[in-house]
């Protein structure tokens, strides 16, 4: 789970699964599609670059560029960017990077994919768009998340998407290696009433 | 988020200080150490600027003369998008016979969020945390601390430790040996070096003359000699105090030709260090008394490293005293 979720929440919160709403083998297909979609997309891979958002997307950036050079036989520059220093909760909750930002090239002219685990309120890409901005002018910036939970709170929306999951907003959807779960944040202390 | 929690954070978090290294611990200190990993990754950036303090207002006042502490903390906040304002004791109404508790007020009711103080008398920087309602950053308080520049030496440090090892964590000081040498009495460098070190595992040794040594140890985690030589051929790193003449009221020193020949680094000195040794000197230096010219620059001296790692761990500092917001 990503850690950077982990730190915008209430402090001690634990994640207590409910279901398991994607295996390993559907998020593997999903990120494949995702690959190919993206192949499409840009015709060829020319001028494409992957970044990974710290710390969720960052694992899901990496499968994905290997996918693509797979596909492509060429391979796909990657990156990653923590948005910490970016976000507009600065101040309101404990706010910490978590990894540095590793962007090795420049991004001005680029068609950057943004790969993200989960997308929600939309505050996180908003954040990573003025991240990319101050590095270099993009040509273009495309957002794959494997998981669209709603709940939008701003005019983002995702251009690759491994599953539209309808979800309650006091919920919470975790991606890890061994698939999609949707369950509760949960205070240690009632963490066993919840089991 | 519930309307309860959201009145729940928007309630102004109490101020938080940085007074002393033992504000921190050593829990504290690695997270500035971790902090200051990304800020150094910010300041390589073509523009080497984010916007994580917008809004913010970071007030200096420096009622003693300084030019590398208050630019650096400026830079600082200013790479963080937070506004500055400056205060210097000579140009302001200090000299007109104002108080420091009046001049501090007045700056807190402009509407800051944090003041860097640097003042002449030990401890000035607690009692104004108990006058304004801005976080309180100490910059140098007399002969007791200067906190910041003991974060800056253990970051300037272990990143120069990581380099050679070619890893990527940035581990803590255990198994080295620091000798700090020079004024210990006085120095308030000293004082907070001794502490960062000692709480990320360095053995410390001091080296001065008697004169120039505390009046009691007691309590202190090092070790003390007054024979540089006979400690140098086990140090891993060489810090350097200058020899501050402003603060020398009574005669402590023969003269400043005999200081430079017993505890100065002279080339005999520094060959006499093991070849891996690291030179420091929190500046500025004064060439010929503490060090020799020629030492100074030797690639083993880290004095400019510690310049430029100065701004990347203040601006550490000051996110983590005004950016991170409890819950």
Do not use: C
Not at chain 2, 50 to 61: D, Q
Not at chain 2, 156 to 181: C, K, M, P, Q, Y
């Amino acid at each position: 789970m990503a850690d950077r979720e982990r730190t915008a929440r209430p402090a001690g919160r634990v994640f207590i699964a409910r279901a398991q709403v994607m295996d390993a083998d559907e998020v593997r297909r999903a990120l494949m599609r995702i690959a190919h979609e993206i192949v499409e997309r840009n015709r060829g891979l020319a001028d494409v670059v992957v970044v990974g958002l710290q710390t969720g997307g960052v694992p899901l950036a990496v499968k994905l560029a290997s996918m693509l050079a797979e596909i492509e036989g060429a391979d796909v520059p990657l990156g990653s960017i923590d948005v910490a220093f970016y976000r507009d909760d600065i101040g309101l909750r404990p706010v910490h990077p978590e990894v540095v930002t590793d962007l090795p090239f420049d991004i001005t002219g680029r068609v950057v994919v943004l790969v993200d685990d989960v997308l929600f309120t939309g505050r996180t890409v908003r954040a990573a768009l003025e991240a990319l901005a101050a590095r270099g002018r993009a040509a273009e910036v495309q957002l794959a998340v494997m998981v669209d939970r709603g709940h939008r709170e701003l005019p983002i929306r995702p251009d690759f998407v491994g599953k539209n999951l309808p979800t309650r907003r006091d919920e919470s959807v975790e991606v890890s290696d061994e698939g999609v779960s949707i369950g509760d944040l949960v205070a240690p202390e009632l963490e066993r009433g919840a089991r | 988020m519930t309307l309860d929690e959201l009145l729940e954070v928007r309630r102004a978090p109490a101020a938080r200080h940085l007074l002393s290294i033992n504000d921190l611990g050593r829990e504290g200190i690695l997270e500035i150490m971790h902090l200051s990993d990304a800020f150094a990754e910010v300041s390589e950036r073509p523009i080497p600027k984010v916007p994580a303090l917008r809004g913010r207002t970071v007030a200096t006042v420096f009622m003693e003369p300084s030019t590398r502490t208050r630019l650096s903390f400026e830079t600082a906040a200013k790479r963080l998008s937070a506004d500055t304002m400056t205060f210097t004791a000579s140009t302001s109404a200090t000299v007109k016979g104002e108080s420091l508790r009046d001049t501090v007020e007045t700056i807190d009711a402009m509407g800051i969020d944090a003041m860097v103080i640097r003042h002449h008398a030990s401890g000035a920087p607690a009692r104004v945390t108990e006058w304004i309602g801005a976080s309180v950053i100490n910059a140098g308080d007399g002969t007791h601390e200067h906190p910041t520049q003991a974060l800056l030496d253990s970051y300037t440090i272990l990143e120069t430790l990581r380099e050679r090892r070619g890893g990527e964590a940035l581990g803590d000081l255990s198994g080295l040996r620091i000798a700090i040498v020079g004024d210990i009495k006085h120095s308030r460098v000293a004082r907070s070096d001794v502490l960062a070190f000692a709480a990320l595992g360095a053995k410390v040794v001091l080296v001065a003359p008697p004169t120039l040594m505390p009046a009691s140890l007691e309590g202190w985690p090092v070790e003390a000699t007054g024979d540089f030589d006979a400690a140098l051929g086990e140090l891993d790193v060489v810090y350097l105090l200058r020899i501050q003449a402003e603060r020398l009221g009574e005669v402590l020193l023969p003269s400043l030709d005999e200081y430079h020949w017993r505890y100065g680094l002279t080339r005999a000195r520094a060959s006499a260090l093991r070849k891996d040794a690291l030179i420091m000197h929190p500046g500025p230096m004064i060439r010929g008394v503490e060090i020799s010219p020629d030492v100074a620059d030797l690639p083993a001296s880290l004095v400019t490293r510690q310049v430029h790692n100065g701004v990347v761990v203040r601006m550490a500092v000051l996110f983590h005293l005004l950016g991170s917001g409890e819950i």
